[in-house]
């Protein structure tokens, strides 16, 4: 089955710095893999994806992440942040052939200092 | 821009009683779910719908737990006899494709349950 792991529950970066938010999944063929954002008050909306080709997808927000199949890692990057990006960030796995679920992870809570 | 609404945004239960959450999906949606997640834990699929029929459900979705989608436009979750376990936020989602054809899902902004 698959799962997926975000080892870090809560990160905290100034405003301006870079971001990394690390993602691992566990799934026995390549996966379908997504990031989804959750600002407060909102629902859960997707920033990037990645499905085949090109391991470095671009995203909304200025956001990209990598997709390292050796290291089953799909980290979540964006060079400066903004006090706008706080929010709660999902990682989402799903199987390739007729799946109808997400699988996510726990989810990695944002903070922005000033 | 289109958008999933859901309703209520928090409802609080006393245990045992029924509970309906509902969702209006984007028009030209074609399949459907339901996903929850416990405070501080994991968002979790319950359910998916297609064609008016449940097309997969998790262990979680239990016979406490059914959807419908009564009148073409509406998308409900009942939950029969609610326990406290089953507080969480609750969230309705769609898209055109499914089987991640489109490669989104579209959230709604959740429904709090509160079983006391």
């Known amino acids: 089955a698959q799962s997926v792991t975000q080892p870090d529950i809560h990160i905290t970066v100034s405003e301006g710095a870079s971001l990394e938010l690390r993602c691992n999944y566990s799934y026995g063929a390549t996966p379908y893999l997504f990031w989804y954002v959750q600002s407060p008050g909102q629902g859960l909306q997707l920033l990037l994806k990645y499905f085949s080709g090109d391991t470095l997808v671009q995203g909304i927000k200025g956001f990209e992440a990598e997709f390292k199949r050796s290291q089953s890692s799909f980290n979540l990057r964006k060079p400066s942040v903004h006090w706008s990006d706080a929010a709660e960030y999902f990682c989402?796995?799903?199987?390739?052939?007729?799946?109808?679920?997400?699988?996510f992870g726990q989810g990695t809570r944002l903070t922005i200092n000033p | 821009e289109p958008e999933v609404t859901q309703t209520p945004s928090h409802q609080v239960t006393q245990m045992g009683q029924e509970v309906i959450l509902r969702c209006v999906p984007i028009s030209n949606h074609l399949y459907f779910y339901w996903y929850r997640q416990i405070l501080g834990q994991k968002v979790e699929f319950l359910v998916s719908f297609y064609n008016n029929e449940i097309s997969e459900k998790s262990e979680i979705f239990d016979d406490q737990f059914s959807v419908e989608r009564p009148d073409g436009s509406n998308f409900t979750l009942k939950i029969r006899s609610t326990k406290l376990e089953d507080s969480a936020m609750y969230f309705c989602a769609g898209n055109e494709q499914g089987a991640f054809v489109s490669g989104e899902l579209f959230f709604g902004e959740g429904s709090r349950l509160t079983v006391l």
């Open positions: 989402a796995v799903a199987a390739i052939q007729g799946a109808q679920k997400l699988v």
